[in-house]
């Protein structure tokens, strides 16, 4: 197999970088020599990583006593991903049981030289990487390399993603990631200009342009998110996907943020997502991602809104599938 040309450095970067583990001891690269060993790049609210995760855990416990190690590695986008505490509660929601390193220096990634969540690396067990793959799918290849490096030949293992988990509707999404933050934000359709790092009053307009997305009501539209600074701020968008995911949850951790989704102007009924009953109805207490429609059937352009029940909103991005 041919060394991935891009990289600078075809060995196993140090991992003396992380902030700290969960999992496992602080591991390094010559300790794990002997062994193949699968690096994970995530970040917790990432929808790409949540829908490639259930294909690292089988892997990890398929393939471990053939001496597969599966490291993830933690490296945050969002400022309150620094949180241990969430990144741990993560790894509980998600039943990870390997070794993961907390990156938020972002010192493992740039001895990477990475630039993309998920990231899959592929050691062979001299240290030198073999093979990589950036974001979702190949997961058959991937597969494939690493029982080449093991030198092991049976059966792809099963892995199917449930709730947040599973695979994206691909060939209706027709949506693409929405950042809300104005410092990567697009396709703001209020009627006035966005104010950016000041309160101001913003008002939906009077059609959603598709895939575009407003607010209504008293806001702090910051560089990574927008704030709501009173209840009853309101958020919408229109889309073309079967989910919707919203990366959100109160400026203080541990308060109850209570909201209501609505969809073309309705409850949500049957196309409510995980977070939220069929009126439409949910309570976030942390920050992270949550699934707020799943709709069942035919796939069509509809208008999302999220009306926030309490003050102390903090939204960051909607994600699809």
């Given at each position: 197999m041919a060394e991935p040309a891009h990289l600078q450095m075809p060995f196993l970067p140090s991992l003396s970088g992380a902030a700290g583990w969960l999992n496992?001891?602080?591991r390094a690269p010559a300790e794990l020599r002997g062994h193949v060993v699968l690096v994970d790049f995530?970040?917790?609210?990432?929808?790409?990583?949540?829908?490639?995760?259930?294909?690292?855990?089988?892997?990890?416990?398929a393939y471990r006593d053939d001496g597969l190690v599966v490291i993830g590695v933690h490296?945050?986008?969002?400022?309150?991903?620094?949180?241990?505490?969430?990144?741990?509660?993560?790894?509980?929601?998600?039943?990870?049981?390997?070794?993961?390193?907390?990156?938020?220096?972002?010192?493992?990634?740039?001895?990477?030289?990475?630039?993309?969540?998920?990231?899959?690396?592929?050691?062979?067990?001299?240290?030198?990487?073999?093979?990589?793959?950036?974001?979702?799918?190949?997961?058959?290849?991937?597969?494939?390399?690493?029982?080449?490096?093991?030198?092991?030949?049976?059966?792809?293992?099963?892995?199917?993603?449930?709730?947040?988990?599973?695979?994206?509707?691909?060939?209706?999404l027709g949506t693409p990631e929405t950042y809300l933050g104005y410092g990567r934000s697009e396709r703001f359709a209020?009627?006035?200009?966005?104010?950016?790092?000041?309160?101001?009053?913003?008002?939906?307009?009077d059609r959603l342009p598709l895939n575009g997305w407003a607010l209504a009501g008293e806001w702090t539209i910051g560089g990574e998110s927008v704030a709501a600074e009173k209840a009853g701020g309101s958020l919408a968008c229109r889309f073309h996907a079967r989910d919707l995911h919203l990366v959100m949850g109160p400026d203080t951790p541990g308060t109850a943020m209570r909201f209501r989704v609505l969809l073309d102007e309705q409850p949500p009924g049957a196309a409510h997502g995980i977070d939220v009953d069929d009126e439409g109805y949910g309570t976030?207490?942390?920050p992270r991602l949550y699934q707020l429609i799943r709709q069942p059937g035919t796939i069509a352009d509809h208008t999302f809104g999220i009306t926030f029940l309490d003050p102390g909103a903090r939204a960051y991005v909607f994600t699809f599938g």
């Open positions: 496992s001891e602080p995530w970040t917790l609210t990432c929808i790409n990583w949540l829908r490639t995760e259930p294909h690292i855990r089988a892997w990890s416990q490296t945050p986008e969002f400022s309150f991903e620094r949180d241990i505490g969430l990144v741990r509660q993560a790894t509980t929601d998600r039943g990870i049981d390997y070794p993961v390193a907390i990156d938020s220096d972002y010192a493992i990634w740039t001895a990477f030289d990475n630039h993309y969540w998920p990231a899959l690396y592929i050691v062979d067990a001299d240290g030198i990487i073999r093979d990589h793959h950036f974001g979702e799918g190949r997961y058959e290849q991937s597969e494939r390399v690493i029982q080449q490096l093991l030198r092991v030949d049976r059966d792809p293992v099963s892995a199917v993603g449930h709730g947040v988990e599973a695979e994206a509707d691909w060939d209706h209020s009627p006035d200009d966005a104010a950016f790092d000041e309160r101001r009053v913003y008002e939906l307009p976030a207490t942390q």
